[in-house]
């Protein structure tokens, strides 16, 4: 019998559901081989425990080295990424670890609470917007809450001035991109805006992110140009995972009203819902791919140096055998975060992990606490998702207040 390969990025065949294909090779064996878009072949691992036990072998059997010949590129713009100055998310230990420890203090738990104010300020100030486009209902939940709040939050950390805020959100990158694909942007607007901050900042710092890099820079830590390519990286990392998070999460609890009365009554339940969210979406799902630099096995099948391997980390987000009754979406879950791969695992898990969960459960809890009422103006049968093979998101969602 003739067997296909099947090519990735799978395809979702129905709306925002994950492909099938997921399930199919989760119940298939320890990796399966997928077709790029070259026609390369690459290992796909898709049950949650064995996707964990590859991604710990970063740095040592696996390269993120986008530099590396065999790195598995899903799209012809991937090339792109090899020519731009490699940051932490494309670089392994040693330079990895150097680089990553230099952002961690921003995105450890004590910086997070002290952004608290500053988000509140930010979701408070959106949310007022909201309010006063009630008269022309129904509004787009994307534009209105779920692009800006994200957004605004990244550029105070950054310490982007409040008054360039209008003009750089026009800038589609800042939506787009995810931690891996950030380096494929080639936005010359949006690098020269960063490299003239980053300038600034080396004439006169201030409290920010940029600020904190130029000092890592006088010290001799970071060259000139990682200053740009870094704060470029922060800039575009996250923001794309995050409005789809949101959207796709007012849609989940608008369909499951039950959940949703109950998270309104009991807002404490803010980081179940997150996580559940996080999993049943996985909004950065394309992102864990590696070259093997060494042979080793993945449950039992032998990969060699060279081999592109792609960890399908949604597929893992809904393996039964972690979530039973994957398919269901159920805010009262038991979740154990180190198996929720929506934010990777191992050395380059996200570094923006809890500032993303803190700010997801502050945005769901104001949103629902200002807006009781707020229901989809369209079934989500209606709505229009990203292309079929890439990430998760979807375009508009209008909603009545
Ligand atoms: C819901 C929001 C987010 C999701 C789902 C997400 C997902 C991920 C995933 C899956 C990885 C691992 C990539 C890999 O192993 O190849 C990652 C890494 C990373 N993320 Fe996020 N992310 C989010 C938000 C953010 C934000 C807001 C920022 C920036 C402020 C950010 C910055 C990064 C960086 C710099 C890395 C690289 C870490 C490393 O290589 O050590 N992420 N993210």
Redesign the pocket.
Known sequence: MHLVTPKFPFAREHGAEPSILNAKLRGQGPVSEVELFDGSKAWVVTQNQLICDT?ARDGKDLS?DRRQPNYPEIHEGGSKAKEARP???NLDDPE?AKQ?AI?EPA?APIAVESYRPMMRRIINDVLDKMEQKKGQQPIDLIKEFAAPV?TQI?YQ?LGIPESDVDELSKDSEIRAS???NAAETSNLTLQKYIHDLAELRIKKKENDLVSDLVDHYEKGDLEREDIDALSF??LT???A??IS?IGMGVIALSQHPEQLEEFKRDPSLAPDVVNEI?RYYT??AL???RVATHEFKIGGHVIKPGDKVICA?QSGDRDEAVYPNPEKFDIHRKHDPTKLL???F????????G??RLQ?EMAFTSLFQRFPNLRLAKDPSELTYTPPAQNISVAEVPVYL
């Open positions: 991604l993120a940051t932490f998310v990895h990553r952002l995105f994200p990244i950390l995810t931690s891996r990286l922060i990392a996250g923001n995972a995050l998070t996080m909004a950065s992102n864990c791919r980390v929506a934010f990777g191992g050395p380059h898990r996200c570094v923006a992990e500032i993303s997801l």
